[in-house]
């Protein structure tokens, strides 16, 4: 059974949970002699922890050629989830935590920030702040349809009823 | 045992119980050896003649010592769970309970677990009435899948809420229940769905018992981590669990009564390393060491939440001496907090500070919660009001208001008394119109 695949995939899917018993449930054997498996397990425990920066020199070494379609998926995926944190987190971070977030070298993160519309300003002591503006609330739409009002009414009824 | 072959291919499956279960065929079971038991079962279809199966598995399993069972066994008992005719076996609940355990103990001693829950799956979707049925098939698949890890086989038996227990249909006893509730308990503990998991142990420790049992200690212990992970306050009891169980609690749990009063104290965290270093053996061998660690992240989650109420913004210097941390950890661990959503935060990493934001849901998301609230909500007043009339309607409830002289008993008492005076103005109003004929 291709167990590291099985794993990457799970990870593909944001099913941590999963792929954490699929390790568990790999017989020791199969874990000892499959460095690829080892390999996906530590990608695994870097998720779990959130440590993002310490995941990407791992997805970047050496993956077999039919894991490395999935390793590229997980990577897409964590780039835009870690620009969707650094938005919500941050006022200010510096450039350099930046790159190490995106796992990407200092000119591709002013790019991306450039890109997304936050102002890049230079540090006195040397370096770069880049300055993202709070993010808008926005308005959630919950317009009354017929359903809705179906709903209400069978609650209506349910309480008028007991 | 020929004869008893023949009679179980040619009598129907009602007749077949009464004759199974009779003083004679019992005696001439358990004196037969196993191997003739094992041809004669063999030599019948289990599809067909599965109650006749049945009993000669279970006087099979009966005659033999775990340490002598072989694969043909096991291999006859998981093709009667699998394909055996559900109408019949339904007939002889416990004895198909009984059968299943002996399968499960016996496929785990082969490293067979996998195939063996896979077998008592098909088993309860196909022979359990309905999903609001408590079997004791459902205690040996959780298990089951603790044992071997799927916890996702368990999802189509947790998923349906099961309040039922009705030993007729199910052959259920006081302990199926209790390791229905203690074994749910531990495969939503480990699925992270922590509401649910301590609804399960608090139903364990409301099931109805004269002694406190091994399962019962161990369900309260996870109970009152889990109360602390997810409630944020050492647990009371619930008011339906047994007297006895409160007294003994105090003493078996005493650690764990620590532990939630640590865990929950209000103010600066407090060392507990020494603390952590004498406990940690107890709380390993009982199993609940990682749901320990996860109390011990919780409460420093708390901690940062109920900073929250006091400050708007505050400096990383400030918040690790409020958590007791190191200056370098403050911003890893409220990143991690905004990237789980339990924190709503903005860091500025150029000044060293952190602004705290509303937490208030989005609208939609608050709707939604509300909503499947409400229906399940509707769902119980439902399954309440069926229960209330079901119990209206049974013999012995009506025996007593009857002899009680219709006296307020239960919660409909005045809808009845209703009824009675209805009746008596009726006949006071048709003895007022013979009256007026009469007249």
Known sequence: WPHALHMLALMYSNRLEDARFLYKRCPPHVRDSQPQLQAAFRALQFLWQRDYAGLWPLLRSGWDPHQATLVRGIASNLREHVLRLVATAYSTISLQALAGALGATLPEAQQEAAAHGWELTNAPSGGAWVRIPPKEAAGDPVAPDAATLQRLASYVLHLEAA | ?439
């Open chain 2, 1 to 439: 045992m020929e004869e008893l072959v023949t009679r179980i291919r040619t009598t129907n499956a009602t007749e077949l119980k009464s004759i199974l279960e009779s003083d004679a065929c019992v005696q001439s079971l358990a004196n037969s050896d196993r191997d003739t038991l094992l041809a004669a079962a063999a030599s019948l279809d289990p599809g067909v003649q599965s109650l006749g199966c049945l009993y000669l598995l279970d006087a099979v399993g009966r005659a033999s010592p775990d340490t002598h069972r072989n694969m043909d066994l096991l291999a006859a008992e998981v093709a009667l769970l699998e394909n055996g005719d559900a109408s019949q076996l339904q007939l002889s609940m416990p004895l198909v309970a009984r059968l299943a355990r002996r399968m499960k103990s016996a496929a785990l001693r082969e490293g067979a677990g996998k195939s063996a829950l896979c077998t008592l799956r098909k088993a309860a979707l196909r022979l359990i009435p309905g999903t609001k049925y408590i079997s004791p098939l459902h205690a040996d698949i959780f298990q089951l899948c603790i044992l071997t890890k799927n916890y996702h086989a368990a999802l189509p038996f947790i998923e349906h809420e099961a309040y039922d227990v009705d030993p007729s249909k199910t052959g259920s006893t006081n302990l199926d229940v209790l390791l229905y509730c203690y074994y749910g308990g531990l495969v939503e503990t480990t699925r992270r769905r922590y509401a649910c998991a301590l609804w399960f142990f608090e139903c364990a420790l409301s099931v109805p018992s004269g002694v406190v049992s091994a399962v019962t200690i161990a369900a309260a212990k996870k109970w009152m981590l889990l109360h602390v992970l997810h409630k944020a306050s050492v647990g009371v009891l619930p008011k339906s669990a047994p007297p006895i169980l409160s007294r003994t609690v105090k003493s078996e749990c005493a650690l764990y009564l620590t532990a939630g009063r640590h865990l929950t104290a209000v103010g600066p965290l407090p060392d507990l390393t020494s603390w952590l270093e004498t406990s940690a053996p107890a709380f390993i061998q009982d199993g609940n060491w990682g749901l320990l660690q996860l109390a011990l992240q919780a409460s420093k989650a708390r901690a940062v939440r109920r900073l929250t109420k006091v400050y708007t913004t505050i400096a990383f210097e400030k918040a690790a001496e409020l958590l007791s941390l190191d200056v370098q950890e403050v911003e890893p661990l409220i990143l991690r907090m905004v990237d789980s959503g339990e924190l709503t935060a903005s860091i500025d990493q150029e000044h060293g500070t952190v602004r705290f934001g509303d937490a208030s849901p989005s609208q939609v998301d608050f709707l939604k919660q509300l909503e499947g609230v409400l229906k399940r909500c509707m769902a119980a007043s439902r399954r309440l009001s069926a229960m209330n009339q079901a119990v209206q309607l049974e013999q012995a409830y009506m025996g007593r208001t009857a002899a009680g002289g219709g006296a307020a008993v239960g919660p409909s008492a005045p809808d009845q008394s209703n009824q009675e005076e209805r009746a008596a103005m009726d006949v006071t109003a048709a003895a007022a119109g013979d009256e007026a004929a009469s007249t």
